[in-house]
């Protein structure tokens, strides 16, 4: 089982961009599909993007779509979320997430970082 750390969140304008990191402990993240997903006050936890153990395929929600890229470096243990074009309902805590399925949903991920709060300025 691995143990994730996100890193990278902050406060930015709208219209800016911003580059989220989780670091996978343990020898077995390249095995793992990987997730982003993100929970905004009063709401529930969302999906943003997922990305095969192997790097090959990538999955966005509709929201972000054209905006984020996911992407890995399994050498580096590391998966990474690139936020351009943000905008001020892409506010939120940010989580990164592993699992052996490949599915978007929240309960198909076992293993969770403690988040990162991203705040888009208007």
């Known amino acids: 089982q691995v143990q994730l750390v996100e890193s990278g969140g902050g406060l930015v304008q709208a219209g800016g961009s911003l580059t989220l990191s989780c670091v996978a402990s343990g020898r077995t993240f390249s095995s793992y599909n990987m997730g982003w997903f993100r929970q905004a006050p009063a709401k529930e936890r969302e999906f943003v993007a997922r990305?095969?153990?192997?790097?090959?395929?990538?999955v966005y929600a509709d929201s972000v779509k054209g905006r984020f890229t996911i992407s890995r470096d399994n050498a580096k243990n590391t998966v990474y979320l690139q936020m351009n074009s943000v905008k001020p309902e892409d506010t939120a805590v940010y989580y990164c997430?592993?699992?052996?399925?490949?599915?978007?949903?929240?309960?198909?991920?076992?293993?969770w970082g403690q988040g990162t709060q991203v705040t888009v300025s208007s």
């Open positions: 997430a592993a699992g052996t399925g490949w599915s978007s949903r929240v309960d198909a991920y076992g293993t």
């Open positions: 990305i095969l153990w192997s790097g090959g395929i990538t």
